[in-house]
């Protein structure tokens, strides 16, 4: 009886963080003067480090590569290292933010602990 309580409660526990991250989330992301926002997020277990690690060297290659130099936020949230990196690319032209947007995407594709927010609110030079 114990072990069953103790199993539905860590279950509840579980969800309750869930929803807690993915509120805290959007919180953050709320705002559309953002034309990409990569997030960072947790289950309870911690952030990707790894693929956090490997996106900040892919922005600095990325850079390199264009010539160019990517302006963007890093909004900490949550407990658990939690971070969206929030883009408005207005130094990209069109093809460029497609492509830093793709790139980004293929990169992190395989992450469950990342999520992807694209909008097309922005005004390309």
Do not use: H
């Not at 199993?7 to 559309?32: F, G, H, I, P, R």
Request: glycine share 4%; aromatic share 12%.
């Amino acid at each position: 009886m114990v072990l069953l309580f103790t199993s539905a409660a860590c279950s509840m526990s579980k969800k309750a963080e869930l929803n807690q991250s993915v509120t805290a989330e959007n919180n953050v992301t709320n705002d559309s003067n953002y034309r990409f926002v990569v997030s960072f997020i947790s289950f309870g277990s911690g952030i990707d480090r790894k693929a956090k690690s490997q996106y900040e060297q892919f922005l600095k290659d990325f850079e390199l590569k264009n010539n160019v130099t990517i302006s963007y936020e890093k909004k900490y949230w949550g407990r658990e290292g939690e971070v969206n990196f929030c883009f408005s690319l207005n130094e990209l032209n069109k093809t460029e933010q497609e492509s830093f947007i793709l790139e980004s995407k293929n990169l992190l594709a395989n992450s469950n602990r990342v999520r992807l927010k694209e909008t097309n609110s922005q005004e390309p030079k």
